[in-house]
């Protein structure tokens, strides 16, 4: 038999749809071949040398061919005859590239891709991945197309890390194929961590929150502190200044909202720099003149009125006036008896009458007997103030004490005030401290 079919190891092959020319010409005998009867199915034909048959669908069929001589002898031949189609089937771009590059050692990892065919159905195509490409496994001659895992979805384990070189080939029914390589970067497996380290990390991460946490509440209610002290007068250093001296007391509670850190909880009296400079001046003054009030009373109590009156027995009611009405009117009547003195001298020196004159020493003059007299009774007052003063200022003197400062250790003089005990500002550190009398 004899074909327009591709001839092939195990018989003829040939498209599906597709005329294929069958003949009878090859045959031989020793007389005349008188017919040839082509047998294909159910089909039979007559014609004596050729014939033609269309398959329209693929799969594999026999052709037998009989042959007849004048003498009636006849011979029997079989041909097979493959019948498939041309088209190629093509793998999905979009599947293709959906498809991984990497996973994790021992971890499951599912393969997807799928292909078209012009003729074939989804079904009908059938998927080899080939994970090892380099090695012809099935023996068929081609290394990369053989079937480790078969199918268009597969799940895959790798069991070391490192490249893997991976080959889909998709065939259909007539042995048409089409194939992909790829390579899927496998990472090695992290070393299991054991209950303890996770704990542990927790710990620490919870631990770093809340200290950061705690730091941020700090410096928050420490700058709201500095701003309720600058509202109360104070600068900004004086401020801080005044929060290290409240540290310094009391231990300041871990969460203590500002007005603990600003010392304002325990009523403490908010003193400015102006303030204290002034308290300062305050102290020097009655450590040297001693306390306003004492003194007053003091005065009131040992030294005469500033106005003196002549007893009632001697002289008249006069009215009381100031130090500078009594200087003014002194000063009048000392003219007018300058003036007197003269009158009376220049009377004498006509009259001829020798008058004993009181003479004036150094430009002064001789004042007359009131207002001598009044000039004698201040002198005696101011003497008797005068006496009053050194006895206060040598009393002053002995209520003044030398006290040293527990924070700086400087030392200074105070006024001791009639009590037991008394708070103390240092006037050298600025800082208060209480002191006890004995």
């Given at each position: 038999?004899?074909?327009?079919?591709?001839?092939?190891?195990?018989?003829?092959?040939?498209?599906?749809?597709?005329?294929?020319?069958?003949?009878?010409?090859?045959?031989?005998?020793?007389?005349?071949?008188?017919?040839c009867l082509w047998e294909w199915g159910s089909v039979f034909s007559d014609t004596n040398s050729s014939t033609s048959?269309?398959?329209?669908?693929?799969?594999?069929?026999?052709?037998?061919?009989?042959?007849?001589?004048?003498?009636?002898n006849s011979a029997t031949t079989t041909a097979i005859v493959v019948v498939d189609d041309s088209s190629i089937p093509s793998l999905n771009q979009q599947s293709i590239e959906q498809l991984p590059s990497s996973t994790i050692e021992g971890e499951s990892l599912t393969l997807s891709i799928d292909a078209i065919d012009a003729y074939d159905q989804s079904y009908?195509?059938?998927?080899?991945?080939?994970?090892?490409?380099?090695s012809d496994s099935d023996a068929n001659g081609d290394p990369t197309d053989d079937p480790d895992f078969i199918g268009s979805s597969v799940d895959v384990e790798f069991e070391q890390g490192g490249r893997k070189d991976i080959v889909v080939t998709v065939f259909d029914q007539s042995g048409n194929s089409d194939s992909h390589a790829f390579s899927i970067n496998v990472d090695n497996a992290a070393e299991p961590t054991s209950a303890i380290?996770?704990?542990?990390?927790?710990?620490?991460?919870?631990?770093?929150?809340?200290?950061?946490?705690?730091?941020?509440?700090?410096?928050?209610?420490?700058?709201?502190?500095?701003?309720?002290?600058?509202?109360?007068?104070?600068?900004?250093?004086?401020?801080?200044?005044?929060?290290?001296?409240?540290?310094?007391?009391?231990k300041i509670p871990l969460f203590a909202d500002a007005s603990v850190i600003a010392g304002l909880d325990s009523g403490q009296q908010i003193v400015t720099s102006e303030q204290k400079s002034?308290?300062?001046?305050?102290?020097?003054?009655?450590?040297?003149?001693?306390?306003?009030?004492?003194?007053?009373?003091t005065s009131e109590t040992f030294a005469p009125r500033t106005n003196t009156y002549a007893p009632s027995g001697f002289a008249p009611i006069q009215n009381q006036y100031g130090m500078g009405t009594q200087?003014?009117?002194?000063?009048?009547?000392a003219m007018f008896a300058e003036e007197e003195n003269e009158e009376i001298i220049e009377t004498n020196k006509q009259e001829g009458v020798i008058e004993k004159v009181?003479?004036?020493?150094?430009?002064?003059?001789?004042?007359?007997?009131?207002?001598?007299?009044?000039?004698?009774?201040?002198?005696?007052?101011?003497?008797?103030?005068?006496?009053?003063e050194a006895t206060d200022t040598t009393a002053d003197n002995q209520n003044v004490q030398q006290v040293s400062c527990p924070l700086c250790s400087s030392n200074f003089e105070i006024?001791?005030?009639?009590?037991?005990?008394?708070?103390?500002?240092?006037?050298?550190?600025?800082?208060?401290?209480?002191?006890?009398f004995d």
């Open positions: 038999v004899s074909s327009s079919a591709e001839l092939f190891t195990g018989g003829w092959k040939t498209s599906i749809n597709q005329e294929t020319a069958f003949s009878c010409s090859s045959s031989t005998d020793d007389d005349i071949i008188a017919s048959i269309t398959w329209p669908n693929i799969g594999t069929y026999q052709v037998n061919l009989t042959v007849v001589d004048n003498s009636g009908q195509l059938i998927y080899h991945w080939d994970l090892n490409p380099n380290g996770l704990v542990m990390v927790a710990m620490f991460v919870g631990l770093v929150t809340i200290s950061v946490a705690m730091i941020g509440f700090r410096r928050w209610q420490a700058g709201l502190a500095v701003q309720l002290l600058q509202g109360r007068g104070l600068s900004e250093a004086e401020a801080k200044q005044h929060i290290a001296m409240v540290k310094q007391r009391k002034q308290q300062r001046q305050d102290a020097e003054y009655a450590s040297i003149y001693g306390n306003s009030s004492n003194q007053t009373q200087s003014a009117a002194a000063d009048a009547m009181t003479k004036v020493i150094s430009g002064g003059v001789e004042l007359p007997h009131q207002v001598k007299a009044q000039i004698d009774v201040n002198d005696a007052v101011e003497d008797q103030q005068s006496s009053i006024a001791i005030p009639d009590v037991d005990e008394a708070i103390v500002e240092c006037p050298t550190c600025n800082q208060d401290f209480k002191l006890r």
